[in-house]
C-alpha cells in the first residue's frame, strides 16, 4: 500500500506539474503575451518597494539598486510590447523615488553606495521610457534639476570612479540616444569621443556587448554613417560568436560553470532586450537577431518548469532558469532568472512594437539640454593615445554621466 500511494502521489505531482508548467505556441502572440504575464507576475513577487515602510523602486536583499532599476526598464518594454499595464503605477512610483530631490538619481537612500553605472542602468530604464512614450509621471513641478558647477558630491563614492566596460558603455549607449531623441549634437559628439576612447576593450560579459550594439545601432540610424554601421556589424558578429550557443543566449564566462553571480543572473536578458532594439534601429540586423530571439525565447520559456522555492513565490511550476541550454529548470532561480526569461520571451514580439519615438516624431517628453549641467565645463578627455586610454580621466565621464542622467530626467518631465 505505500508503494502504491507513493506512486500515486508521485504520477499526480508530475500531472500537476505538466498542466502548470510554462506551455507557449510562439506562433500566437496571445499566448506569448500569456506567458510574458505568467513571468513577470513571478518576478514582481519579489518585489517589496510597494510595501508598507519599504522603499519604493528597491528590491530587498541580495539584489543591489542598479538592478532594480534594470528591472524597471524590462517593465517598462513589457507595457510597450504586449499593452499590459498591471506594473504601470509601481514603476512610475519606482522611478520618480529614485530620482531623488534633484532628479539626478542620486536619492538619499543611495548616495553613500551608488556608483556611475548604477545611476546609468537607472537612466536607461528612463530613457526607454520617454522613447516609448511610457506614461509621464506627475511630479511637483518645483522638483528641477539644479546646475552644480562643482559637481562636488560626485566623486565621493568609490563607484563614480569606476574604469570598467559597463559604466563607458551606460555613457555611451545614453549619450546616442539622447543625441537621437533631442536632436542635440553635443551627446553625438561625446558618444562619438568615449567610443573612440574605448575601441580597445574586450567584452567579457554580455550585457557589455549588448550595450554597445545598442549605442551603436542608434548612432548609425542617427547620423547613417558607413563608419558606424560597419561598428555595429563587427559588435553584433562578435557578440553572436561569443554570446550564443545553437542560436540561444548564454552567458559564456559563468553559466557553463554555475559560477554567476547575483548580478550576473541577469546580464543576458539586457543583451536580447538591447539585440531587440537594434533592430527597430537598423533593419539590416534582423534577418540575424530574430531568429536569435525566437530560438532563446523558446528555450528560456521551456527553462521555466521550476517549483515554488524560497527564490520564487509566483505561480507554481513556473519558476525560471539560468541555463536555458537544458530545456527545463536547472534549479537557480530569482530574480535574474524571472528578469532573463521575460525579456527572452516578450522581445519575441518585439517586431510588432513600434520604433522607439524622438522630440521630432512623436516624444512627448520634453527635454532640457543643459539639466544638471555646469555653467562652463573645465574638464576635457585625455587624448586617446595616452597609455590608460580606459582610465585615464575617467573622473571626466563620471562628471559627464552626472549630467546625462540629469538630461534624461528632465526629459520625463
Not at 510595501?51 to 534594470?70: K, R
Not at 520559456?301 to 513565490?313: E, T
Request: hydrophobic residues 40%; charged residues 20%; glycine residues 8%.
Amino acid at each position: 500500500m505505500v508503494r502504491i500511494a507513493s506512486f500515486a502521489s508521485t504520477l499526480a505531482g508530475v500531472l500537476l506539474h505538466t498542466a502548470t508548467a510554462l506551455e507557449v505556441n510562439f506562433d500566437n502572440q496571445g499566448d506569448v503575451f500569456d506567458a510574458a504575464s505568467t513571468i513577470a507576475f513571478g518576478l514582481m513577487r519579489s518585489y517589496t518597494g510597494n510595501y508598507t515602510g519599504d522603499v519604493p523602486g528597491n528590491l530587498p536583499d541580495p539584489y543591489f539598486w542598479w538592478e532594480a532599476g534594470a528591472m524597471f526598464g524590462h517593465l517598462v518594454d513589457y507595457w510597450h510590447i504586449t499593452g499590459d499595464e498591471s506594473y504601470v503605477n509601481q514603476t512610475v512610483q519606482a522611478i520618480v523615488h529614485q530620482s531623488g530631490d534633484l532628479r539626478d538619481l542620486m536619492p538619499k537612500n543611495q548616495t553613500h553606495t551608488e556608483g556611475n553605472d548604477d545611476q546609468g542602468f537607472w537612466a536607461m530604464s528612463v530613457m526607454a521610457a520617454a522613447e516609448n512614450n511610457f506614461p509621464n509621471p506627475r511630479r511637483p513641478a518645483a522638483i528641477r534639476v539644479q546646475r552644480r558647477p562643482e559637481m562636488a558630491n560626485l566623486p565621493i563614492n568609490k563607484g563614480f570612479n569606476y574604469k570598467n566596460a559597463i559604466s563607458n558603455g551606460c555613457f555611451f549607449n545614453l549619450a546616442a540616444r539622447l543625441a537621437r531623441y533631442t536632436g542635440n549634437s553635443t551627446y553625438a559628439e561625446w558618444a562619438e569621443k568615449v567610443y573612440d576612447w574605448e575601441t580597445e576593450t574586450e567584452f567579457l560579459w554580455s550585457y557589455n556587448a549588448g550595450i554597445h550594439l545598442h549605442g551603436a545601432a542608434v548612432m548609425y540610424n542617427l547620423t547613417g554613417s558607413d563608419v558606424w554601421k560597419q561598428r555595429l556589424d563587427g559588435l553584433l558578429a562578435t557578440t553572436v560568436e561569443i554570446f550564443f550557443k545553437d542560436s540561444v543566449a548564454f552567458e559564456q564566462a559563468c553559466e557553463p560553470f554555475k559560477v554567476c553571480n547575483i548580478d550576473q543572473r541577469s546580464f543576458k536578458g539586457y543583451l536580447l532586450r538591447w539585440m531587440s532594439a537594434t533592430t527597430h534601429l537598423a533593419p539590416h540586423t534582423i534577418d540575424i537577431i530574430r531568429p536569435l530571439l525566437r530560438a532563446s525565447g523558446e528555450a528560456a520559456a521551456l527553462a521555466c518548469d521550476g517549483p515554488l522555492n524560497p527564490d520564487f513565490k509566483g505561480h507554481a511550476d513556473t519558476a525560471c532558469g539560468q541555463d536555458w541550454s537544458r530545456r527545463t529548470f536547472d534549479g537557480f532561480s530569482g530574480v535574474g532568472e524571472q528578469m532573463n526569461a521575460l525579456a527572452a520571451v516578450m522581445y519575441t514580439q518585439g517586431g510588432a512594437s513600434a520604433a522607439p519615438v524622438t522630440l521630432g516624431s512623436g516624444g512627448t517628453s520634453q527635454s532640457d539640454a543643459n539639466a544638471g549641467a555646469p555653467e562652463k565645463s573645465k574638464y576635457d578627455f585625455a587624448p586617446i593615445e595616452t597609455r590608460d586610454r580606459v582610465a585615464a580621466a575617467f573622473v571626466t565621464l563620471a562628471i559627464c554621466l552626472g549630467v546625462v542622467v540629469s538630461a534624461v530626467f528632465m526629459i520625463m518631465d
